[in-house]
T-cell receptor, first 110, second 114 residues
Framework: EDQVTQSPEALRLQEGESSSLNCSYT??????LFWYRQDPGKGPEFLFT???AGEEKEKERLKATLTKKESFLHITAPKPEDSATYLC???????????FGSGTKLNVKP | DAGVTQSPTHLIKTRGQQVTLRCSPK?????VSWYQQALGQGPQFIFQ???????QRGNFPDRFSGHQFPNYSSELNVNALLLGDSALYLC?????????????FGSGTQLSVL
């Protein structure tokens, strides 16, 4: 069964304290892995797409990496405005169907 | 570009009632997918519409139905509401021009069933 698991469920960091979020997946026919940011009461906002093992993408303080079994979202020197829930999703199959993890809720304290 | 728009933003219903949620996709997109997001969970796929037909469906009962119009906008209908249907309902649009294209989400409709 296709499955996406994110860890940890919640993460509290001090401003400037770097860390990583994990997304492990078991899907057949992976087409892509996506990272989204979601603020409370809002829809997910696209961050990155990764398509093949070894690929990396960066945007400001965020860097996403992909292996054959998992992806990491590295956060370098986070700021309070990085506080949000980060969702991982995998795209599989012949249609644009996404399987989402439950997310990691990040709280960055000043 | 208005992006994906959903209406209403909030809705309160009672058990047994029926509800209709609406979505307009991002300009240039022809595919609409609906997701249900319970509190503290990731979005769960309900179904996808393309060329006015339901093309794929997740593990949701027949109480959940939808429609896509010629202008690509879409509706999600839920009949015989249950308390467990309370959730954030997200609409996402994409284009069939490239099957690797990312989903763009609306801000969602927060449905509360009392």
């Amino acid at each position: 069964e296709d499955q996406v698991t994110q860890s940890p469920e919640a993460l509290r960091l001090q401003e400037g304290e770097s860390s990583s979020l994990n997304c492990s997946y078991t899907v057949s026919g992976l087409r892509g892995l996506f990272w989204y940011r979601q603020d409370p009461g809002k829809g997910p906002e696209f961050l990155f797409t990764l398509y093949s093992a070894g690929e990396e993408k960066e945007k400001e303080r965020l860097k996403a990496t992909l292996t054959k079994k998992e992806s990491f979202l590295h956060i370098t020197a986070p700021k309070p405005e990085d506080s949000a829930t980060y969702l991982c999703a995998v795209q599989a199959g012949n249609f644009n169907k996404f399987y989402f993890g439950s997310g990691t809720k990040l709280n960055v304290k000043p | 570009d208005a992006g994906v728009t959903q209406s209403p933003t909030h809705l309160i219903k009672t058990r047994g009632q029926q509800v209709t949620l609406r979505c307009s996709p991002k300009s240039g997109h022809d595919t609409v997918s609906w997701y249900q997001q319970a509190l503290g969970q990731g979005p769960q796929f309900i179904f996808q519409y393309y060329e006015e037909e339901e093309r794929q469906r997740g593990n949701f009962p027949d109480r959940f139905s939808g429609h896509q119009f010629p202008n690509y906008s879409s509706e999600l209908n839920v009949n015989a509401l249950l308390l467990g249907d309370s959730a954030l309902y997200l609409c996402a649009s994409s284009s069939q021009q490239g099957l690797k294209e990312k989903l763009f989400f609306g801000s969602g409709t927060q449905l509360s069933v009392l």
